[in-house]
């Protein structure tokens, strides 16, 4: 089965963040089959879904958040305080957000 693969070469990627870019480029797949995947995978307890708010300024994932309904309104960096930038505070509504896949151990 497609996943167990995925299971064996999965040290080659971050296991704590797996887009279904990775997955898709891994197996050659459509997106919305990588996508089915990592879904069917989150039901065998085997992924969970996250989304991550990354930083307008440092470009980092500053928090993830199961889902949407989690994410605050306003979101604090401390990359960005602790490199004395401008603003350490954003309005997470223009944000990027990335939604990626952890394995569970
Ligand atoms: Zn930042």
Redesign the pocket.
Known sequence: MLLQKYLQTIDNIDPGKIYVENVRSLYNLPRFAARLMCEMAVQEHIFTKKIGVV?P??N?I?EEFDNINQIPETIY?H??DAED?EQ?TYKTENLKKEEYYKLLR
Request: glycine share 0%; net charge positive.
């Open positions: 930083c300024n440092c980092r500053i960096c990359i960005c930038a350490n």
